[in-house]
């Protein structure tokens, strides 16, 4: 039997996260520092320097036990 009914949406937790951001200005790239593999990483899709900064984003934690930003 199909189920109707909308379940009401959980709310998804928020926080400002440190991001970087490509420096290019027709790119939009942007990463979790958690997630970066370098400590001043390049942009990924034109090479470009990232900036760090911050972002309001939904909370996901990095549970690489591997984690380590080479320099």
Aim: aromatic fraction near 8%.
């Amino acid at each position: 039997m199909y189920n109707s009914r909308k379940k009401p949406m959980e709310e998804i937790p928020e926080e400002m996260t440190a991001v970087w951001s490509c420096s290019n200005e027709n790119c939009n790239c942007w990463m979790r520092d958690n997630f970066a593999l370098d400590t001043q990483p390049d942009c990924p899709q034109c090479q470009s320097a990232m900036v760090k900064g911050e972002k309001k984003l939904a909370v996901v934690a990095n549970t690489s036990f591997n984690h380590n930003k080479s320099v």
